[in-house]
């Protein structure tokens, strides 16, 4: 993939960033913690079903695109086996005699139920829809599908500011409903082309069987990392309060500036390795990407620990601690885009019941570290629980992949990833200002660039080289 291409598929992530951090402090002003902390039991909820009903069909699309012929039938055969199961599990909890909304909000509505049945749908759809565009390297389209829903949600809330609308959950539920469906109908559009021909493609049954042994253990290892990255949320709803669940989900809100980063390099890597494997990889190649990614990580994980007390001045007085929670909060996106970097042996060579354990293992202690946190901490221990569980996920995924396919020096990556968790619990835990904080965490970053000098270096060239380039560019232009 050129580089041309990657920054295609940089410019959604990086836009869905920017919206959202324009988006947040006025969500923050405008409703209550409490429903954000509703809000955030919708997501888990819709990320849970795709999860669970893609049975792991989706990363079998990824995995076998190159090596099928016929790409509609490879898309109606991964998609329509979780598409039955879910409208049928659907069906079932509708007819059932409780209210879904009333469990997962505390808001007895069938109206809040319907818009969470469709959203899930719509969530499906698109998580099968975005995988044609990924695949087929068309960046540009698969980023403009991401930012349009975000800048739609802004206008929505921008329009209720504008009207005075009343802030309650049902307004923020609509809103973010809205999005996922613009979200829809922009990946049909642009997607048009493979999909009408799956209607009519006839599904080899061969084939499609090879991929759900390939998924099944991936169904295992989804949930075990939905419950991962869900649980604290279930905790905090059970053990605390929703306004603890509100602050814990702005936390993230902020931390995910960091799935910029995991966003790009999860849709670049996973199609270029699968591509390097089926034409035979050079080892080398793989470890220049786990040391680019070792110190991209830390440098975005250091600048956040330097500059987290900014988010103090632009939300209200009731979020304060959001500026050191983050901090653990960004232990999710950073250290589970590290281990698609170090695990990648794992899908290489189809090991997936690895990829289960991972998730597993950090589950578990997940588990227990939330069990012990929570209730004394709030949100601040759910945050460090996290990100211990995610240090848990990084290791077993990376020494799996070095034991099944390459092996490669781990010592450095490993130092500075367990300094950086531990100063996310430091944070958290013991009073500390925010001008100590800021010199702990540019030790780090010095730390990590004398130990990655020569990627720093490599890297500080390439860019200077791409200034200059740009800078002659713009001077032929003028002249």
Do not use: C
Not at 71 to 76: E, N, R, S, T, Y
Not at 209 to 216: C, D, N, T
Not at 462 to 479: A, C, M, N, P, T
Request: charged residues 15%; positive net charge; without cysteine.
């Amino acid at each position: 993939m050129t580089p041309k291409k990657i920054a295609a598929f940089a410019l959604g992530p990086i836009g869905g960033a920017f919206l959202g951090l324009i988006t947040l402090p006025i969500v923050a002003w405008l409703f209550s913690p409490d429903d954000i902390g509703r809000l955030s039991m919708m997501q888990v909820t819709i990320s849970f079903s795709i999860l669970l009903f893609s049975l792991g069909l989706d990363q079998a699309y990824v995995r076998e695109f190159h090596e099928v012929e016929n790409k509609p039938a490879l898309l109606k055969a991964v998609f329509l086996p979780g598409f039955i199961l879910l409208s049928l599990a659907l069906t079932v909890l509708l007819l059932l005699p409780w209210s879904i909304s009333g469990i997962l909000f505390g808001i007895d509505s069938s109206w809040l139920t319907g818009l969470l049945v469709a959203a899930i749908f719509l969530s499906f759809f698109s998580r099968f829809l975005s995988l044609i565009l990924r695949m087929q390297e068309k960046g540009l389209a698969f980023s403009m599908s991401q930012v349009l829903p975000k800048l739609l949600f802004l206008m929505v809330i921008a329009t209720y500011l504008l009207f005075s609308v009343e802030a309650v959950f049902k307004n923020l539920m609509i809103a973010n409903w809205l999005s996922l469906l613009a979200v829809f109908l922009v990946y049909s559009w642009n997607t048009r082309r493979d999909w009408l021909p799956a209607l009519t493609a006839s599904i080899d049954r061969a084939k499609q069987k090879q991929m759900i042994r390939f998924g099944l253990p991936l169904i295992g290892s989804g949930i075990a990392f939905w419950g991962l990255t869900a649980m604290d949320k279930f905790f905090l709803r059970g053990f605390s309060s929703f306004e603890e669940l509100g602050i814990y989900s702005v936390s993230i809100s902020f931390a995910s500036v960091a799935l910029v980063f995991q966003a790009v390099f999860s849709t670049v890597w996973a199609p270029i390795v699968y591509k390097w494997a089926a034409e035979g990889i050079d080892p080398d190649k793989i470890k220049n990407v786990t040391d680019y990614s070792t110190l991209a990580v830390i440098t975005i994980w250091s600048l956040a620990g330097m500059f987290s007390w900014l988010v103090s001045f632009i939300l209200p007085e009731q979020y304060e601690r959001v500026q050191y929670i983050l901090l653990a909060a960004m232990a999710y996106p950073l250290l589970y885009t590290l281990s698609e970097a170090t695990g990648v042996g794992i899908g290489v060579q189809r090991k997936t019941n690895f990829a289960l354990l991972a998730a597993v293992v950090a589950l578990v202690l997940n588990a227990i570290g939330n069990w012990y946190l929570v209730p004394k901490y709030g949100a601040a221990g759910a945050a460090v629980a996290s990100a211990v569980a995610f240090l848990a996920f990084f290791i077993v995924r990376t020494e799996a992949s070095a034991r099944l396919w390459q092996s490669f020096e781990r010592g450095r990556m490993y130092v500075l990833v367990v300094v950086m968790v531990v100063l996310s619990g430091v944070v958290n835990f013991l009073p500390m200002s925010s001008v100590a904080i800021f010199f702990i965490y540019l030790v780090v970053l010095v730390s990590a660039v004398f130990l990655f000098r020569k990627q720093f270096f490599e890297s500080f060239e390439y860019i200077l080289s791409f200034v200059k380039s740009r800078k002659s560019v713009d001077k032929q232009i003028k002249d």
